[in-house]
């Protein structure tokens, strides 16, 4: 087996530099790097001799470094897409949970009130959670929804089974699951098909008892009906990472609604990334010298 | 198999009605009764005949009937011990969850602040979680913990296995905890052995990442080392249940303390114990008709 020569850079970082030594290559100068190993910036690179056969970013999305034309045919580049899944996966089920719990009400208490979250409070156990956006992300909150004693309905584009869900429906049905579910969990792309995917229709099926969540993007959510559902008691609460628009400014009703909790855009922070980043890098050094396939192949013609 | 023949009472209860049918019992006035169903209140009892074999009591704490001196050695009597066990441990996942993941203090947050949660955020992937006092709610929180990648040591007074935790300690090790697990959720009960179990000690030992969750009572807690470890940064932070003294007074600094989520004595409230007590009456009143040992025997030479 070879060992892999890699660089990391531009910037030192130790963990990176481990990882590849965990993966069985060895850290080397760029000058004789056959592989290169991105530490951080946002579509700058560095320069890239012929001899570098393979780049592994260090982002899961790589649209700042497709914007800066960076990326070229002439060797194989990786993402960190899917590396990430399970810290968003955790924050998601963290929220849905706060939500249902009334942990994001007791957080703003001041005062002892035990009666306050006597009526608010629901339980995943025995409940339906539909994740819509069944990818990486959505996968990884399976084993904690079926953990706490909750059913999966998954949702993906083409409706092909999902591992753990008791059910798995294709896209072109999205629009029932608010009716069939008592939680919505978004885990979708941003596309043309989900912009406003739940409206004032769909939070009205989902009921006075539900909780949405949305880890996606903002836009999947038309705000000011969600902000009217949330006044009315439409349904039970929102827990939302993403929002539109996104930052939400100050004095937004969000902020100040008992039924909504809001994180801003923090499924997946940097003091998570970077242990992940670590993993997923040693496991690719481990296959490049191995010749496998690596993970999070990025392919130039579809801009991911 | 004979058909129990079941009184509901004192307060009417569609909910338990339908759950003696479930569990193929009739409902009969109190005269034809030979099995009761307490409905509610706190130590009345229906006067009961001599025909009345079993009474279900609604509470799984039993101190305020054994204090009305109202059981008697006369027949068999059952409380809901256990039956709240999935409905508490969901409460504690929640906690533990919504801390480790910033949800407390986003909650409190009214503008967005990318980066406030970015440092103090951990996961409880790869994590170790102690559960001191792994009874039926320590238990039943194992599947959730072990859905979200960590792994679960157990505390329980004799030590003998825990299923799905890696390892179980006797009680007499509990002080080692602190040092082996990431974090601890406290879930033993109030004894001479408890009181006081988490003083700075254990706090410093359990360090500036871990968090501290507390759903059994306050007094295993020294309030006043829980607070200098929060403000002090010993652990990354506290989700409490429970406090010593309870209720928490108005002012007090666990109120507006970053590091500390308090709820007041909620992860078992009655809209969720409802449901619960109801599957524990059909499931009793089953076994009442197969001959079968009824769940929750209360042992009266113990209290209990």
């Known amino acids: 087996m070879p060992t ?6 531009p910037e030192d970082n130790p963990l990176l530099t481990e990882a590849v030594e965990r993966g069985g290559g060895k ?6 790097a056959e592989a290169v190993v991105v530490s951080g910036g946002h579509g700058e690179l560095p320069d890239l001799h012929d001899g570098v056969r393979w780049v592994q970013l ?22 960190a897409a899917g590396a990430y899944s399970t810290s968003v996966a955790e ?47 959505g996968r990884a909150m399976i084993p904690a929804f079926t953990g706490l004693g909750a059913r999966v309905l998954a949702v993906t584009r083409r409706g092909l089974p999902v591992e753990g869900a008791y059910e798995t429906w294709a896209a072109d049905r999205v629009g029932e699951v608010f009716a069939v579910a008592d939680h919505v969990v978004l885990a979708a792309p941003a596309t043309a098909q989900t912009a406003a995917l739940v409206g004032a229709a769909e939070l009205a099926a ?17 705000t000011d009906a969600l902000v009217e559902a949330l ?48 993993d997923r890098v040693a496991e690719n050094v481990r296959r490049f010298g191995a010749g496998e396939e690596l993970l999070g192949l990025v392919d130039l013609s579809q801009g991911y």
């Open 4 to 9: 892999p020569a890699v660089y990391v850079g």
């Open 27 to 32: 850290v080397v100068a760029l000058a004789e």
């Open 91 to 137: 924050g998601a089920v963290a929220l849905l949970l706060a939500g249902i719990r009334g942990i994001g009400r007791a957080a703003r208490a001041r005062t002892w009130d035990g009666a306050a979250l006597d009526g608010v409070q629901g339980t995943l156990r025995g409940s339906t959670i539909a994740i819509v956006g069944a990818g990486g992300i």
């Open 231 to 278: 006044r009315a008691g439409t349904i039970a609460g929102a827990a939302l990472d993403v929002t539109d628009p996104e930052p939400l400014p100050d004095g937004h009703p969000l902020w100040t609604e008992p039924r909504a909790i809001v994180t801003p855009h923090s499924t997946n922070p940097s003091t998570l990334r970077l242990p992940l980043l670590a």
């Open 58 to 79: 260090p982002s899961a999305g790589i649209e700042s470094w497709v914007a800066s034309g960076a990326l070229d045919e002439d060797r194989t580049w990786t993402s």
């Open 206 to 222: 989902l009921g006075s008892q539900g909780w949405l969540v949305n880890i996606a993007r903002g836009s999947l959510v038309d």
